[in-house]
């Protein structure tokens, strides 16, 4: 059974920066499609970025140059950076992982294309001006 485990979340002023983590049960991030994914109340998901079994990202449109996705295998940790953060960016942020075994997604089609089914508690952002 795969468990993911955010943190990292907070308060930071406009402009500012955050990284979260996300804890993976072990072997997840050598075989798993891993995902960064935010929530606020009455609004779907939103999909932010996704990273493949060989560390290459994708983005949505909305963070792209802003956010960055990264892992550590040896650590069993994956990261989103984020940077230049505004008030929109206000919400509950998830990981989330689904099983790569047997499948040929291209790495820039990840966010868009797999459905992702295991997911993390979340993490609370919140932006003030």
């Known amino acids: 059974q795969v468990l993911l485990v955010e943190s990292g979340g907070g308060s930071v002023q406009a402009g500012g920066s955050l990284r979260l983590s996300c804890v993976a049960s072990e072997y997840t991030l050598t075989s798993y499609y891993m995902a960064w994914f935010r929530q606020v109340p009455g609004k779907e998901r939103e999909g932010l970025a996704a990273?493949?079994?060989?560390?290459?990202?994708d983005y949505a449109n909305s963070v792209k140059g802003r956010f960055t996705i990264s892992k550590d295998n040896a650590k069993n940790t994956l990261y989103l950076q984020m940077n230049s953060l505004q008030p929109d960016d206000t919400a509950m942020y998830y990981c989330?992982?689904?099983?790569?075994?047997?499948?040929?997604?291209?790495?820039?089609?990840?966010?868009?294309?797999?459905?992702?089914?295991?997911w993390g508690q979340g993490t609370q952002v919140t932006v003030f001006s």
């Open positions: 989330a992982a689904e099983s790569a075994a047997g499948d040929y997604t291209d790495y820039d089609e990840v966010l868009e294309t797999v459905h992702f089914s295991i």
């Open positions: 990273i493949d079994i060989d560390g290459r990202p």
